[in-house]
């Protein structure tokens, strides 16, 4: 195994986040965040459950410090070399007096950078407020300053290998998608079905396979439509039951998602209307989409729709996506909704998720589309309709 990208397509990635570190006035960036540390080298394993970091300075190569059993997943999956991955023993795991930040506390002091302006990711899930209480106490000469989403807008903008990335990321979904119509019927366990869609979301496609997405796939069936994120149960599928299924695609890591809805039976009169006024509202807003177009714009395109039909939806319309590890594919940065002011760039990749969670019933559209220049265009070629199965 390699790193997914080439060595330049990586070395463009490290100069734009230390450029925008220089431009904080940051010396040094102690990152936390899986998908950032993937992002900046490729590493790739399910170790996050403990701690690592990835610690990057101005004038220090991006380094790894992560478990010791961890750190062969780190020789192969990036660039790195040797002295770029650093290892802690197994006797800092999970020990009542010891913790792992004591020793990457130590590395880091030994690189001399206490007395440095010190960024960290103060906001994702996996820097804990032990590791920065750990890091700050043995730096303590150091400025500590929150670096925010800083690795995180670097990603916004998708070159042409992330392009091609999430373009196959999109035909899993497809592909999981096509098995959750060809398998949904009355009497079929929710948790069958989910076990055929989640092997074909990583079987992939003769050419190339597929990764666990990020989000864990979701299926609306029924009642439990009527919210946003319910777990599948071992329930059967029903008769004149609605189901919205938001699935997706993962290929070394990036994330597309799809969600599309079925009725089983003849679909009743409130989801053929509310079905055709979010399928228009879908195109407003790809008609609206394209290069420095502000998001909020978008969303008042599709919030035009709304009002026209009389409909309601208070939550966001979307965001961008990419490469991402459990429990979010977001990257954090840009949203859709009616104060974002962001002017989309070229080359972003969002997800546009047109949930209606309505009283007892529920429905979901989603497209993963490229944002070009002039024109938006979506990532997976999916019938958007309900998709009526007569019972």
């Not at 009616?338 to 962001?342: L, W």
């Given at each position: 195994m390699t790193a997914p990208f080439t060595r330049e397509e990586y070395a463009d990635r490290l100069q734009r986040v230390r450029a925008a570190m220089a431009g904080n006035g940051f010396d040094v960036l102690v990152i936390g965040d899986p998908a950032n540390i993937n992002w900046l080298t490729g590493y790739d394993a399910w170790s996050f459950y403990t701690p690592q970091l990835m610690v990057l300075g101005l004038d220090c190569e991006p380094t790894w410090l992560g478990r010791e059993m961890d750190a062969g997943a780190a020789s192969f999956t990036t660039y790195l070399d040797a002295g770029q991955i650093v290892p802690y023993p197994e006797t800092f795991v999970q020990q009542k007096n010891s913790h792992p930040a004591q020793f990457m506390a130590d590395w880091m002091y030994g690189r001399g950078f206490d007395g440095k302006r010190i960024a960290y990711e103060s906001d994702v899930y996996f820097l804990t407020p032990a590791t920065v209480a750990h890091l700050q106490a043995r730096l303590g000469n150091s400025q500590w300053i929150d670096s925010e989403l800083l690795v995180n807008w670097q990603r916004l903008i998708k070159s042409p290998a992330e392009i091609t990335m999430l373009q196959q990321a999109s035909l899993i979904a497809a592909s999981a998608m096509q098995t959750a119509y060809n398998g949904v019927?009355?009497?079929?366990?929710?948790?069958?079905?989910?076990?055929?869609?989640?092997?074909?979301?990583?079987?992939?496609?003769?050419?190339?396979?597929?990764?666990?997405?990020a989000l864990h796939p979701l299926v609306l069936a029924g009642e439990a439509a009527s919210t946003a994120h319910p777990m599948w149960t071992d329930a059967a599928f029903e008769k004149d039951q609605t189901?919205?299924?938001?699935?997706?695609?993962?290929?070394?890591?990036?994330?597309?998602?799809?969600?599309?809805?079925?009725?089983?039976?003849?679909?009743p009169q409130e989801l053929t209307t509310t079905a055709a006024a979010v399928n228009e509202g879908m195109e407003a807003v790809l008609g609206a989409m394209k290069a420095d177009v502000p998001c909020c714009d978008v969303h008042a395109a599709w919030q035009s729709v709304l009002d026209h039909y009389g409909l309601t939806k208070n939550s966001r319309i979307g965001y961008s996506i990419g490469v991402g590890y459990s429990p979010d594919w977001g990257e954090h940065t840009i949203s859709f909704r009616?104060?974002?002011?962001?002017p989309l760039p070229e080359n972003a990749v969002v997800h546009i998720i047109l949930g209606m969670w309505m009283q007892g019933w529920g429905m979901e559209l989603s497209e993963t589309i490229h944002v070009q220049k002039d024109q938006a265009v979506c990532l997976t070629n999916f019938p958007r309709d309900v998709h009526v199965i007569d019972v």
């Open positions: 019927r009355p009497g079929v366990r929710q948790c069958d079905l989910m076990a055929d869609i989640v092997a074909a979301q990583i079987r992939g496609t003769p050419d190339f396979g597929g990764d666990m997405t189901i919205a299924f938001e699935l997706g695609g993962c290929r070394k890591r990036y994330n597309a998602g799809l969600a599309r809805t079925v009725h089983l039976g003849k679909p009616p104060d974002d002011k962001t």
